[in-house]
């Protein structure tokens, strides 16, 4: 297993990304709440398909902590049972964590198509933690740091459960977002510990680290800022209803400007990084991958305030947020492993 680790690194990275574009894709569809209670859907480790599976019904038979919609409000069962021929209080109780008890099948399994890809993602994880003991006497800070992402997905876990008990708290998105960011980090750090690229025969830059450095920390507080704009766009939502995009962005905040200018100071960063790749002979190409990803999320932004967010542009522009993040990241562990060689 050893000599596939960094095969399961990386895997482990893309089922990370895999889950970003799920639960952008969740947003998008503002499926959020397809499935009200966690783990479990509706009680259900499969979810209902219909709607008549969540009604009551007599002479059937129910599992403790199944939910059914009785008169728009969820009830869970007390303990398994078996129904009678009229309704009996004492076998229900209320669900007490929220008040959501809308059921539309396609928010449903979007959420739990969301759900099954965070379970995949953690027997990956498993793997990780298995494989990563083999480092332990070579190499403690593989070891560690990748015991460390489990706990991280663990807790990102955690934090989905809050997300649906809190009725999609904005703050709490912001954090489940940051921390996706950080386990992508720890994963991209044991990878560039793994590399076994041949060493560059440039010397370090500081100017250039330093920019690396700047445009990382950048990108960190576009994505913090977007959650931001993306809570004002939930509130609109909420406001004016999910059919009515055009107005997601009616009178934007203060945020939204921010977000928005905050964007120029990122391309010019992230140009000088280019240019300085180019003018000292570094080698990287990666550069060029970050300027595509700019226009990507730049376009897609443009689209979603002007064209009344078309299908696909939020997914695609927080993935693209998510790559640049991931992209300036292992550029800054690569330009500095150039300053370790020297060393």
């Not at 960011?181 to 440039?202: G, P």
């Not at 080698?283 to 967010?309: C, N, R, V």
Request: aromatic residues 14%.
């Amino acid at each position: 297993m050893k000599k596939h680790f960094k095969l399961i690194v990386k895997t482990a990275l893309i089922s990370v990304y895999v889950i970003f574009l799920a639960g952008s894709i969740v947003r998008m569809t503002g499926s959020g709440m397809g499935c009200p209670d966690w783990p479990k859907c509706f009680g259900y480790y499969i979810p209902p398909t219909d709607e008549a599976q969540l009604r009551w019904k007599a002479n059937t038979s129910y599992h403790e902590g199944t939910l059914i919609v009785l008169d728009e409000t969820l009830y869970v069962a007390n303990s398994d049972l078996q129904t009678e021929l009229e309704w009996e209080p004492t076998n229900w109780s209320p669900y007490t964590k929220h008040e959501y008890a809308i059921f539309n099948v396609y928010h449903t399994w979007t959420e739990y198509i969301n759900r099954l890809a965070s379970v995949v993602s953690g027997l990956i994880f498993l793997f990780l933690i298995t494989a990563s003991l083999k480092f332990w006497k070579e190499k403690k800070g593989i070891t560690l740091l990748s015991f460390g992402a489990f706990f991280m997905m663990l807790f990102e876990a955690w934090l989905g459960k809050t997300v649906v008990d809190s009725v999609l708290e904005p703050w709490i998105i912001t954090v489940h977002m940051l921390v996706g960011l950080l386990i992508i980090a720890v994963l991209l750090q044991i990878l560039a510990w793994m590399s076994s690229e041949e060493k560059r025969a440039i010397k370090f830059d500081k100017t250039f680290h330093k920019l690396l450095l700047l445009s990382t920390l950048f990108s960190v507080i576009q994505i913090a800022m977007g959650t931001q704009v993306r809570q004002f766009v939930d509130e609109q939502v909420r406001l004016f209803g999910f059919e009515s995009k055009q107005m997601s962005l009616y009178n934007p905040n203060l945020n939204f400007y921010i977000h928005r200018s905050f964007t120029i100071a990122i391309v010019l960063v992230n140009f000088l990084i280019f240019y300085k790749n180019e003018t000292l002979q570094l080698g990287f190409k990666i550069p060029k991958w970050i300027l595509g990803l700019l226009l990507l999320e730049a376009l897609t932004g443009i689209l979603m305030y002007y064209s009344d967010f078309p299908f696909g542009t939020q997914a695609v522009h927080l993935m693209s947020g998510a790559l640049l993040f991931g992209l300036q990241f292992y550029l800054v562990l690569m330009h500095r492993g150039l300053k370790d060689e020297s060393l």
